[in-house]
């Protein structure tokens, strides 16, 4: 009872140092995962787009921040550094899996884990999602995580290990990219 | 237009993590370090066991037909890795 008490109260950081000391998956490990399940879980299902992927990566990036505790540093916060193993998992995730096939799970996934949903705006959302493919990697991912998740532009700065500006202007850039694919297909 | 498109990101809700997924974190966790062990044991503990169990039959050797230990310590055990 006491040790779930201690484990409660440490900081990530402290945890992380703690869970670096660790030979298997223990108390502090346990209480990490138990902790960033949730924000792991949303950042995976938001740039994965489907229960399936994002479960294959929140495990994945799980997996790394295990095998990886060691490496970190507390030069940045726990959470940053953790949210930018899971960005990077996702993205290497994408890497793997062709887009062609990629967009084709999310399209049969939407249809088939939101029946109810009003048709004008699934083909909106859809509309949204397909345009943000034609994006680079990064972008997409920044845009995602700043419209989506609400992410600050210096939250993205440490995660993405950029500048505020830089975050800035890649954002801005994405945003008038998507607005000129729009117009396109709109016309 | 883009920044409303754009807004309805957020609208889209996500569903809850799979109840699965500690265990499975779990059981990807145990796997990899049964590998990382299996290997650890594979490329450093037999190679280290083997090459100084080989020292320590050369130095038996070496003693039963000559006699005497190498001058230079080479039969004996290095600091273990």
């Known amino acids: ?187 | 237009m883009s920044i409303d498109l754009l807004e309805q990101l957020s609208a889209t809700e996500v569903p809850a993590p799979p109840a699965e997924l500690d265990r499975e974190v779990h059981r990807r966790v145990n796997h990899s370090l049964l590998l990382l062990h299996l290997a650890e044991l594979l490329f450093k503990a037999l190679p280290y066991a083997m090459v100084h169990l080989a020292a320590g039959l050369l130095g038996l050797l070496s003693y039963s037909f000559t006699g005497g230990r190498r001058a230079d310590g080479g039969d004996r055990p290095a600091t273990p890795p």
Request: charged residues 35%; proline residues 2%; contains cysteine.
């Open chain 1, 1 to 187: 009872m006491d040790a779930i008490l201690d484990v409660r109260e440490q900081t990530d950081e402290e945890l992380a140092a703690e869970a670096a000391r660790e030979g298997s998956d223990g108390p502090a490990f346990v209480a990490l995962v138990d902790r960033f399940r949730q924000r792991v879980w949303r950042i995976c299902y938001r740039l994965l787009g489907n229960e399936h992927d994002a479960n294959d990566a929140a495990q994945e990036v799980f997996v790394r921040l295990f095998l990886h505790r060691g490496r970190f540093d507390a030069r940045s916060k726990y959470a940053t550094w953790v949210h930018g193993v899971a960005v990077r998992t996702c993205l290497s995730l994408r890497r793997g899996r062709g887009r062609r096939q990629r967009h084709e799970t999310t399209v049969a996934d939407d249809r088939l884990e939101k029946p109810v949903a009003a048709p004008a705006e699934d083909a909106q959302r859809l509309d949204v999602l397909e345009l943000l493919e034609s994006l680079d990697e990064v972008d997409r991912a920044m845009v995602i995580l700043k419209y989506a998740e609400g992410y600050s532009y210096e939250e993205l700065a440490a995660i993405f290990e950029m500048t505020v500006s830089a975050c800035k202007m890649r954002v801005s850039r994405a945003r008038e990219k998507v607005n000129l694919r729009h117009k396109d297909t709109t016309e």
